[in-house]
């Protein structure tokens, strides 16, 4: 079969994260007959300097024009003093947007060989742990309604949180497909004690799992109860949905947990197959150009992009296998490395996990 893949490196470190990915997916290619074909496009500050807007109309049409989208990492301290709507970010959000894409999976995952990078107690990680955050993309509050005015002299500003049945009903779609496929166990997360908002996101959660994935059990948890029992069990959690604010918040938390942001994929879906895969971390600016990246979050992307945008389960599984090979013959980056391991660079990390492919 032929793909044809999207490539956004974006900034700082972005180009050699993406290299090593693209090296890792010819690799896999290869040795399963299949043919990958990338285009890259630029966005972010690179996009920014060479065509003066973080989202060329080009980039969007050959993302929309692809079968599926691989970006590395936007932003640096060249374009820090722009003024927000032309800032490298927007270039991101103005892609998801584009592309329809309103749903983000985070898998945060702690692997054995690595568990003593985590921040938490050794018996609380001693199995590894594996949390998927599914988080509402393009709704709630990042993009409701907002305003600022003047009131008895004193200025003031506010956001809107705002969720509509069918904007729930497609993140509980893409969250029971997940449930579905691992434990039938799904965690929803809201604040419905005390938001109106919430309240529909929860009766919403229920009668849409209810009547479309009766297997799977929806439990639902408060948002300060999930931020405390991410650090004081975190192996009790499988799937956890969750809207646009709430998911931003705790998919970072979940991630510390595993102790390494060089380690963490994320992949953002809507409704057809097509989807932008990246890492979770951003463009890491003070250690660009130096050989020294992790490149292993922006592989897993590329990996989560065979599984999930072409249904390439095998593919996937010997790009993670390759990964946990490499790890526990104790190659590291400088971000995971430990007395005793041998510190390779970017360069190297991702040849190592190619030869074992
Ligand atoms: P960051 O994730 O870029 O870096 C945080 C720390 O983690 C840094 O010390 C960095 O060196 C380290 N780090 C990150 N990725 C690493 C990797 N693969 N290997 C080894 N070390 C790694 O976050 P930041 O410093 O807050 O932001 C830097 C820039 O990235 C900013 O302009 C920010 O807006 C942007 N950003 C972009 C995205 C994105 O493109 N999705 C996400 C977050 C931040």
């Not at 510390?256 to 932008?276: E, F, H, P």
Request: proline share 4%.
């Amino acid at each position: 079969m032929k793909y044809n893949i999207a490539v956004l490196p974006g900034d700082g470190i972005g180009p050699e994260i993406c290299a090593g990915a693209l090296k890792v997916l010819k690799k896999t290619g290869e040795k399963f007959g299949h043919e990958f074909s990338f285009t890259e496009l630029p966005i972010g500050g690179a996009a920014i300097d060479a065509y003066g807007t973080p989202l060329p109309d080009f980039t969007v049409e050959g993302c929309l024009a692809s079968d599926s989208v691989l970006l590395g990492a936007v932003g640096g301290y060249k374009w820090d003093k722009l003024p927000g709507d032309s800032r490298p970010e927007k270039g991101l959000l103005g892609i998801r947007k584009a592309m329809g894409l309103y749903s983000n999976i985070r898998p945060a995952k702690l692997w054995k060989s690595l568990a003593a990078a985590s921040p938490l107690k050794s018996e609380l990680v001693k199995d590894g742990i594996e949390i998927i955050i599914v988080r509402e993309l393009i709704g709630g509050i990042y993009f409701g309604e907002r305003g600022r005015g003047e009131e008895n002299g004193f200025e003031y500003a506010w956001d809107t949180e705002k969720y509509s049945v069918p904007e729930i009903e497609r993140i509980a779609r893409i969250a029971c497909e997940l449930a579905m496929k691992r434990g039938k166990k799904l965690v929803s997360v809201d604040k419905a004690n005390v938001l109106e908002s919430s309240r529909l996101w929860r009766r919403t959660m229920h009668e849409y799992a209810a009547k479309h994935y009766p297997e799977v059990q929806v439990t639902d948890v408060l948002v300060d109860n999930m931020a405390m029992q991410i650090v004081k069990n975190p192996a009790q959690f499988d799937v956890v949905v969750t809207s646009n604010i709430f998911g931003d918040i705790l998919s970072d938390e979940a991630a510390q947990v595993t102790g390494s942001i060089g380690m963490l994929a994320s992949s953002s879906l809507g409704d057809g197959t097509r989807g932008l895969y990246e890492p979770i971390h951003g463009s890491a600016p003070d250690i660009a150009g130096q050989d020294v990246a992790n490149p292993i979050a922006t592989i897993l992307a590329a990996a989560m992009m065979l599984r999930d945008s072409f249904s390439l389960s095998a593919e996937y599984g010997a790009i993670v296998a390759a990964i946990e090979k490499v790890l526990d013959e104790g190659y590291r980056t400088a971000d995971i490395y430990s007395e005793g391991c041998k510190k390779v660079g970017c360069r190297e990390m991702a040849q190592l996990i190619c030869d074992r492919i």
